[in-house]
Each structure stands twice: as C-alpha cells, then as structure tokens.
Nanobody
Framework: QVQLVESGGGLVQAGGSLRLSCAAS????????MGWFRQAPGKEREFVAL????????FYADSVKGRFTISRDNAKNMVYLQMNSLKPEDTAVYYC??????????????????WGQGTQVTVSA
C-alpha cells in the first residue's frame, strides 16, 4: 500500500503563486510515476501534470503549461507542484496520485492506483 498526503493549498489572488506538496509513504517511492490532478465542483477530475520515476521527464496539461512546474525529491519521498500566475479557473481540489505499474505515466485518472485526500486551491479574481 501507498499513502499520499497533500498539503499547501489555500486562498490566493489571481496572479499569485502556491506550492503544493505530496508526501508518500509505504512502498518504494522511486518505482512510481507521480501525477497531479484537479477537480472543480461539478466537473470531472482532470490531469494537471506528471513526472517520471527518476524525475527526468515531465508532462503538463495545455491549460497549465508554462505556469505550473512538477518536481520530486526521491530522497524525501516528496512530489511538488509549483503553481504560478494562478487564474480563477485553476480553482479546484488538487490530488496527488501514484502509478506503480507503468514506465510512462498516463493522463487518465484510472491509470493511477493510489490517491491522496486532496487539498483545496481557491483563486480569487
């Protein structure tokens, strides 16, 4: 089993920044592709970003490309999402997710086996 705990959410004005963190415990962290997803009220959960096991490869949704940066620290079992130039449409619950089976990460929620409880990000206009 893998336990994921997100933190760092909050209320920020448009144009501001937040850094989300996800702490992982349990199985070997370096065997997981890690992803961030988000879900706004009344909408489906959507892909935000992913990072490869070693951290050398990343992939972003078009809506956040150039504004968000995903990173990981395998020594600390942590994954991060730096969010800059935030917009009201970024408001959502953000989830950290782990995929222990694929070498290349996916963008669909069903491809991830383990999830955190989520952290709320609210961006005011």
């Amino acid at each position: 089993q893998v336990q994921l705990v997100e933190s760092g959410g909050g209320l920020v004005q448009a144009g501001g920044s937040l850094r989300l963190s996800c702490a992982a415990s349990g199985r070997s962290f370096t065997s997981f592709v890690m992803g961030w997803f988000r879900q706004a009220p009344g909408k489906e959960r959507e892909f935000v970003a992913l990072i490869s096991r070693g951290g050398g490869s990343t992939f972003y949704a078009d809506s956040v490309k150039g504004r968000f940066t995903i990173s990981r620290d395998n020594a600390k079992n942590m994954v991060y999402l730096q969010m800059n130039s935030l917009k009201p449409e970024d408001t959502a619950v953000y989830y950290c997710a782990a995929d222990p089976t694929r070498i290349r990460g996916g963008t669909r929620p069903g491809e991830y086996d383990f999830w955190g409880q989520g952290t709320q990000v609210t961006v005011s206009a």
